[in-house]
């Protein structure tokens, strides 16, 4: 196939999506393929650090970043738009509207959603936590509490994985002594898969907010001002002013229409190389897809979809070069949540730390993670001007030694392999 004609189509601009679109669009192509992202909505949503904006840690643009300032100055093309359908045979991606885009390489990166119909009543009275807007209805919600003469404010977090653990430490420093939290889990721990010593950092950041914590017990309901759980076959009934639900996912409902080579959960299930079993032109990233390894399934997580990213741009571009695709093999770097303000829990490589120097670390170990260099950058300088001078200038010091020695490792790299091939146009990863 002539390059010439490559059309290459991006459906869904996060973690999985945006980062294989930024990665092809660095590589040095004898002939350009066209590259278009679809996405529905106008920004990127760097969830890790979504927690922040509920206590004003951070600000929206820090973590929000529009496509059309990322993709300012690349080759790629933002189709703004929602799927609503894929003809695998035809090639064809159907836009709401009508819209009808053709490929050559497809990317599914669409991710999931939350699913709240789960128990009567969580539709319409819980919130989830995913998007921009879950977090802006919840900041509003709770502002409009904070100004009522409620002398406690009740709020139940429905869920003890690492989104409900870090939204209830969040909710609890924001709300100081008018907070009264509940944190409910089906299961008898918190955290789950987690490093005991984050589990225990948890344990410790939730007691100190007098968080109360209901094991082994189950939402049976949810209404406008309580919710009812199951404990040892005992119900109970919470009064609550709120209620966030941070359990469960499912696909987008026309995903299961396209194929049926998915699992029970309506994910993809693809080959180690990403790609679509039946389809070798399309690839699945991210949430949507179940990838295994041959060790371990890659895990729902932004670490795994950011990894997979990189694998997919390198088997795009050797599928439409005649080369040998490589197998996508997730590596584990550690995990990292942020228990209330200023402070978290770290566990990589063995070394577990806790409190706020984690706090900063992990907030500029994501940084490294954000998309462009000019968008980290801008970043990199808001949160530098917001610290005191001192530690300013030594963290600007370290930041500016590391962007060197990284820029100069990826000059020689590539003088040294100049069949690797990437543009001057790429930006500096960590
Ligand atoms: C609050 C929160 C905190 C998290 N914290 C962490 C963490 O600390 N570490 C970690 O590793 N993981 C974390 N995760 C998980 C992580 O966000 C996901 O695993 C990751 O985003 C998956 O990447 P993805 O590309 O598959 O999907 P997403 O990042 O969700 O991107 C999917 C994109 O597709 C778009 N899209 C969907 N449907 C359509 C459509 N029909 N048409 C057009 N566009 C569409 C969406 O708008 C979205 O931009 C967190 C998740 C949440 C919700």
């Known amino acids: 196939m002539s390059q010439s004609q490559s059309q290459i189509c991006i459906l869904g601009g996060g973690f999985g999506g945006l980062y294989t679109a930024l990665e092809l669009n660095r590589y040095r192509w004898q002939t350009r393929p066209q590259i278009t992202l679809v996405e529905r909505k106008d920004h990127f949503l760097f969830t890790p650090l979504l927690y922040e904006l509920v206590t004003g840690e951070l600000q929206t643009w820090h973590i929000a970043p529009h496509f059309a300032k990322l993709l300012a100055g690349t080759d790629i093309h933002l189709e703004q ?42 539709a319409g009275n819980a919130l989830p936590f995913r998007s921009l807007a879950d977090v802006n209805r919840l900041k509003e919600q709770l502002r409009l509490l904070e100004l009522s003469d409620l002398s406690q404010i009740r709020v139940a977090v429905v869920g003890a994985g690492p989104n409900g653990v870090e939204l209830a430490c969040k909710i609890a420093d924001r709300l100081k002594e008018r907070g009264r939290l509940l944190l409910i889990n089906r299961g008898d721990k918190i955290l789950k898969n987690f490093a005991g010593s984050s589990q225990k950092a948890a344990l410790k950041a939730l007691r100190r907010r007098r968080v109360q914590l209901e094991l082994s017990t189950t939402v049976e309901s949810v209404d406008s001002d309580s919710i009812t759980l199951v404990h040892q076959d005992q119900r109970r009934t919470h009064p609550v002013d709120l209620v966030l639900w941070t359990i469960g996912t499912r696909v987008a409902d026309w995903v299961p229409n396209i194929t049926n080579i998915q699992n029970e959960k309506g994910e993809f299930l693809v080959l180690p190389t ?93 940084l490294l993670r954000m998309p462009t260099f000019r968008h980290r950058f801008q970043v990199a300088c808001d949160w530098l001007s917001q610290m005191p001078s001192g530690v300013a200038v030594k963290l600007w010091q370290g930041l500016a030694g590391l962007f060197r020695r990284n820029a100069t490792h990826k000059r020689r790299s590539h003088s040294q392999n100049p069949d690797v091939g990437e543009s001057s146009r790429r930006t500096h990863r960590k």
Request: proline share 3%.
């Open 81 to 122: 738009g929602t799927v609503e359908s894929v003809d695998l045979d035809m090639r064809r991606v159907i836009l709401s509207g009508g819209k009808v885009l053709s490929y050559d390489r497809l990317v599914i990166g669409i991710g999931k959603e939350t699913l709240l119909d789960v128990v009567p009543g969580a």
């Open 274 to 366: 990403l790609q679509l079993i039946k389809h070798p032109e399309v690839f699945a990233l991210g949430d949507i897809a179940a990838s295994n390894d041959s060790e371990h399934w890659a895990p729902a997580t932004a670490q795994a979809a950011f990894q997979q990213a990189k694998i997919a741009a390198q088997n795009i571009r050797a599928s439409l070069t005649g080369r040998t695709l490589r197998a996508f093999r997730y590596w584990h770097i550690g995990e990292m949540i942020t228990l209330g303000i200023n402070a978290s829990a770290i566990s990589s490589f063995g070394i577990n730390l806790s409190g706020p120097v984690a706090g900063v670390i992990r907030q500029w170990v994501y």
